[in-house]
C-alpha cells in the first residue's frame, strides 16, 4: 500500500517535486584507450575549489558535477555543458564512457588524485593513499554516476512542518530502506557493464567467461561493476549498519569510524614519518562505506557528515549504484532519470519494513545474483520468504511505478514517467532489448569481440558530439571559465598549511569520536 497523502502533494506538484542532481566519474584516456599520464587540465580549475569539475580517486579520473534542478531538461543540458567545457581542454585524450577501466598500468603507476598542500588538501590526498592500501588501486578506478535526490520545499513543506527535521529524516530513512530492499531493480535495469579488459582482473580468482583474446564477460549477467569483483568489499559488507533510525546510523558509522581494524592498525598511519592512511579504522571516513545509497547532509567547511547529519538531520539521498550507460554522450539517459524519480518517489510513498542482518545480508547476495545471472530468464531472488522469479516480482513493482508515473505525469499533461516505466518494462518482457545484451552482440558481431574498440569509436563519436555539434553559448562558457579561474585563485589563497597534519587529523577525527 502506498501513502496517499505522499501520493496527492506529488500530483499536485508534478515533476517539481524533486530536486535532482548528477555526480560523473569518467576516465581520461589516450586514443588508444590507454589511461591518460597527464595531470588534470589547468584550464578545468582546481579539483580542490572546482565545485563542478573535480577528480575522484586518480588525477586521471574526472569527476563531473551538476548543479541541482527540479527540471531533467535542464539538468541534462547542464551536464551537456559540462562535458562541453571538459572536452574544450582535453587535448588528444578521451572520456572513457564505460564502468569498468580502460587498459590500466599496474597499481604503482596509477597516479593518485593531487589536492595542493593544505591540510584538506592532504588529507583527501592521503584518504586515497588508503584505499590504495585497503582495496587495491584498480577497483577505485572503476567509474559511474551518483544520482543526487531530494523532494523539493514545494513537498516538504505540503507535507510537513518545516521544523519537523527528525520527522522529514524518518520518511527519508523509510525511502533508503525501500530502496535498498528494492535495489536489486535499478542494476536489473540500470546494470550496463557485462564486459571487463583481462588485465583488470590481473590473477584475480574468478569465474567469468573469455569473450575475446582482450575481455571477459558474464555470459547472462548485467553488471561486473556491481557484483563480487567490482566496486565491492567483503569487509565492509560484514558491518551491520542500520537505518531504522538515524541514532542507529550515526551509531553504527561511528562504530566503523572508530573501531580500530587489526590488519590496517598493523599497516599504520605513518610510513617513513609520512601519512599513508587517515586512520586504522574499519573505515576512514565516511564515504568509504560502500552503501547503494547514502543519507546526506550538506557539510560546512572542516565539519564532517555524520556531524552534519546529526545536527541538521537528512537533506536528501545519494544514490550510488549506477552504471555509466555506454548509449548515452553524458552517461545517464533522460528516460534512466525520470524512471528514477518514479521508482525513488515509490520508495517514499510505500512503507517499508525495519532492516535486520538478515535483511542487509539477502540484499547484498540478491544483487550479487542479479549483477552475475540478471538475463537468465529463470533467476530467482529472496523476497525474504522465499526465493521467487525476478520477472514476476519485477512486474508486480511495475503495477506500482506506473501508477506513481501517471499520477507525476498529470500535473505536467506529458507522458515522459509513464513513457519511462513503460520502456523499462520492456527490457524485462525481453531481455534482447536490454543494453546489456545489445553491447555484447554489438562488440561481437561489429567489433570483431573487441571492447576496447567500440568504446573507443563511442568516446570518439561523443568528443565530436560535444566539440563540433553541440554548441555552448559564448556567454555560459565565460561564465564556466570565470569559475575555473576563480577555483585556482581561492586555491592558491587556501595551498598552505597553518598546523601539522597529524595534529589537524586528530582534530578532524576527534569530531567523530565525540559523537
Same mark, same amino acid.
Given at each position: 500500500?502506498?501513502?496517499?497523502?505522499?501520493?496527492?502533494?506529488?500530483?499536485?506538484?508534478?515533476?517539481?517535486?524533486? +530536486?535532482?542532481?548528477?555526480?560523473?566519474?569518467? %576516465?581520461?584516456?589516450?586514443?588508444?584507450?590507454?589511461?591518460?599520464?597527464?595531470?588534470?587540465?589547468?584550464?578545468?580549475?582546481?579539483?580542490?575549489?572546482?565545485?563542478?569539475?573535480?577528480?575522484?580517486?586518480?588525477?586521471? =579520473?574526472?569527476?563531473?558535477?551538476?548543479?541541482?534542478?527540479?527540471?531533467?531538461?535542464?539538468?541534462?543540458?547542464?551536464?551537456?555543458?559540462?562535458?562541453?567545457?571538459?572536452?574544450?581542454?582535453?587535448?588528444?585524450?578521451?572520456?572513457?564512457?564505460?564502468?569498468? @577501466?580502460?587498459?590500466?598500468?599496474?597499481?604503482?603507476?596509477?597516479?593518485?588524485?593531487?589536492?595542493?598542500?593544505?591540510?584538506?588538501?592532504?588529507?583527501?590526498?592521503?584518504?586515497?593513499?588508503?584505499?590504495? +592500501?585497503?582495496?587495491?588501486?584498480?577497483?577505485?578506478?572503476?567509474?559511474?554516476?551518483?544520482?543526487?535526490?531530494?523532494?523539493?520545499?514545494?513537498?516538504?513543506?505540503?507535507?510537513?512542518?518545516?521544523?519537523?527535521?527528525?520527522?522529514?529524516?524518518?520518511?527519508?530513512?523509510?525511502?533508503?530502506?525501500?530502496?535498498?530492499?528494492?535495489?536489486?531493480?535499478?542494476?536489473?535495469?540500470?546494470?550496463?557493464? @557485462?564486459?571487463?579488459?583481462?588485465?583488470?582482473?590481473?590473477?584475480?580468482?574468478?569465474?567469468?567467461?573469455?569473450?575475446?583474446?582482450?575481455?571477459?564477460?558474464?555470459?547472462?549477467?548485467?553488471?561486473?561493476?556491481?557484483?563480487?569483483?567490482?566496486? =565491492?568489499?567483503?569487509?565492509?559488507?560484514?558491518?551491520?549498519?542500520?537505518?531504522?533510525?538515524?541514532?542507529?546510523?550515526?551509531?553504527?558509522?561511528?562504530?566503523?569510524?572508530?573501531?580500530?581494524? @587489526?590488519?590496517?592498525?598493523?599497516?599504520?598511519?605513518?610510513?617513513? !614519518?609520512?601519512?599513508?592512511?587517515?586512520?586504522?579504522?574499519?573505515?576512514?571516513?565516511?564515504?568509504?562505506?560502500?552503501?547503494?545509497?547514502?543519507?546526506?547532509?550538506?557539510?560546512?567547511?572542516?565539519?564532517?557528515?555524520?556531524?552534519?547529519?546529526?545536527?541538521?538531520?537528512?537533506?536528501?539521498?545519494?544514490?550510488?549504484?549506477?552504471?555509466?550507460?555506454?548509449?548515452?554522450?553524458? !552517461?545517464?539517459?533522460?528516460?534512466?532519470?525520470?524512471?528514477?524519480?518514479?521508482?525513488?518517489?515509490?520508495?517514499?510513498?510505500?512503507?517499508?519494513?525495519?532492516?535486520?542482518?538478515?535483511?542487509?545480508?539477502?540484499?547484498?547476495?540478491?544483487?550479487?545474483?542479479?549483477?552475475?545471472? !540478471?538475463?537468465?530468464?529463470?533467476?530467482?531472488?529472496?523476497?525474504?520468504?522465499?526465493?521467487?522469479?525476478?520477472?514476476?516480482?519485477?512486474?508486480?513493482?511495475?503495477?506500482?511505478?506506473?501508477?506513481?508515473?501517471?499520477?507525476?505525469?498529470?500535473?505536467?499533461?506529458?507522458?515522459?514517467?509513464?513513457?519511462?516505466?513503460?520502456?523499462?518494462?520492456?527490457?524485462?518482457?525481453?531481455?534482447?532489448?536490454?543494453?546489456?545484451?545489445?553491447?555484447?552482440?554489438?562488440?561481437?558481431?561489429?567489433?570483431?569481440?573487441?571492447?576496447?574498440?567500440?568504446f573507443i569509436s563511442l568516446a570518439s563519436d561523443y568528443k565530436n558530439y560535444f566539440l563540433k555539434?553541440?554548441?555552448?553559448?559564448?556567454?555560459?562558457?565565460?561564465?564556466?571559465?570565470?569559475?575555473?579561474?576563480?577555483? %585556482?585563485n581561492e586555491f592558491e589563497k587556501s595551498n598552505i598549511s597553518d598546523e601539522e597534519f597529524i595534529?589537524?587529523?586528530?582534530?578532524?577525527?576527534?569530531?567523530?569520536?565525540? +559523537?
Amino acid at each position: 500500500m502506498m501513502n496517499q497523502k505522499k501520493l496527492n502533494a506529488l500530483a499536485e506538484f508534478g515533476e517539481k517535486s524533486f +530536486l535532482v542532481g548528477i555526480e560523473k566519474e569518467a %576516465l581520461r584516456t589516450d586514443y588508444n584507450g590507454f589511461l591518460s599520464k597527464e595531470k588534470h587540465p589547468e584550464c578545468l580549475g582546481s579539483t580542490l575549489t572546482n565545485k563542478n569539475i573535480t577528480t575522484d580517486f586518480s588525477e586521471a =579520473q574526472i569527476e563531473l558535477v551538476s548543479d541541482t534542478y527540479n527540471s531533467v531538461e535542464e539538468l541534462v543540458s547542464n551536464l551537456n555543458h559540462l562535458h562541453n567545457i571538459v572536452y574544450s581542454c582535453l587535448e588528444n585524450e578521451y572520456l572513457w564512457p564505460y564502468s569498468m @577501466p580502460s587498459k590500466l598500468p599496474k597499481d604503482s603507476d596509477i597516479p593518485i588524485a593531487q589536492f595542493g598542500k593544505s591540510n584538506i588538501g592532504i588529507a583527501k590526498n592521503v584518504y586515497r593513499k588508503g584505499l590504495v +592500501l585497503r582495496y587495491g588501486a584498480k577497483m577505485q578506478m572503476i567509474s559511474g554516476i551518483h544520482f543526487n535526490f531530494s523532494f523539493s520545499p514545494l513537498v516538504i513543506n505540503k507535507l510537513f512542518d518545516s521544523n519537523q527535521v527528525k520527522y522529514i529524516s524518518k520518511e527519508y530513512l523509510n525511502l533508503i530502506r525501500n530502496y535498498k530492499n528494492f535495489s536489486w531493480l535499478i542494476t536489473y535495469l540500470f546494470g550496463f557493464s @557485462p564486459i571487463c579488459n583481462k588485465d583488470f582482473l590481473n590473477g584475480r580468482y574468478h569465474n567469468l567467461k573469455e569473450f575475446s583474446e582482450e575481455c571477459f564477460y558474464i555470459p547472462s549477467g548485467l553488471s561486473i561493476r556491481q557484483g563480487p569483483l567490482g566496486y =565491492q568489499s567483503n569487509l565492509q559488507n560484514s558491518i551491520m549498519i542500520d537505518h531504522n533510525s538515524l541514532k542507529n546510523y550515526i551509531k553504527g558509522m561511528k562504530k566503523a569510524l572508530t573501531d580500530n581494524y @587489526p590488519p590496517y592498525e598493523k599497516i599504520g598511519i605513518l610510513q617513513n !614519518g609520512q601519512p599513508i592512511q587517515l586512520s586504522t579504522s574499519l573505515l576512514q571516513i565516511e564515504n568509504e562505506y560502500y552503501s547503494s545509497i547514502r543519507p546526506k547532509q550538506p557539510i560546512r567547511s572542516g565539519e564532517r557528515p555524520l556531524v552534519a547529519l546529526k545536527e541538521r538531520g537528512i537533506k536528501y539521498v545519494e544514490v550510488r549504484g549506477i552504471d555509466i550507460n555506454p548509449f548515452s554522450p553524458v !552517461g545517464i539517459s533522460k528516460e534512466q532519470i525520470y524512471f528514477l524519480q518514479v521508482f525513488l518517489s515509490w520508495c517514499f510513498c510505500r512503507k517499508s519494513e525495519k532492516e535486520s542482518s538478515q535483511g542487509i545480508i539477502n540484499n547484498n547476495n540478491n544483487m550479487n545474483l542479479v549483477s552475475q545471472f !540478471g538475463l537468465d530468464k529463470n533467476l530467482k531472488i529472496n523476497n525474504g520468504v522465499d526465493l521467487v522469479s525476478i520477472d514476476d516480482i519485477s512486474i508486480r513493482i511495475f503495477d506500482d511505478l506506473i501508477k506513481v508515473a501517471r499520477i507525476l505525469d498529470k500535473k505536467n499533461k506529458q507522458n515522459f514517467y509513464a513513457t519511462s516505466v513503460l520502456n523499462h518494462l520492456k527490457k524485462i518482457q525481453n531481455k534482447k532489448k536490454h543494453e546489456s545484451f545489445i553491447l555484447k552482440q554489438k562488440i561481437e558481431k561489429e567489433f570483431n569481440g573487441s571492447a576496447e574498440k567500440l568504446f573507443i569509436s563511442l568516446a570518439s563519436d561523443y568528443k565530436n558530439y560535444f566539440l563540433k555539434e553541440l554548441h555552448i553559448d559564448s556567454k555560459l562558457l565565460k561564465s564556466y571559465q570565470n569559475i575555473a579561474r576563480e577555483s %585556482l585563485n581561492e586555491f592558491e589563497k587556501s595551498n598552505i598549511s597553518d598546523e601539522e597534519f597529524i595534529n589537524f587529523l586528530k582534530k578532524y577525527n576527534s569530531q567523530i569520536t565525540s +559523537l
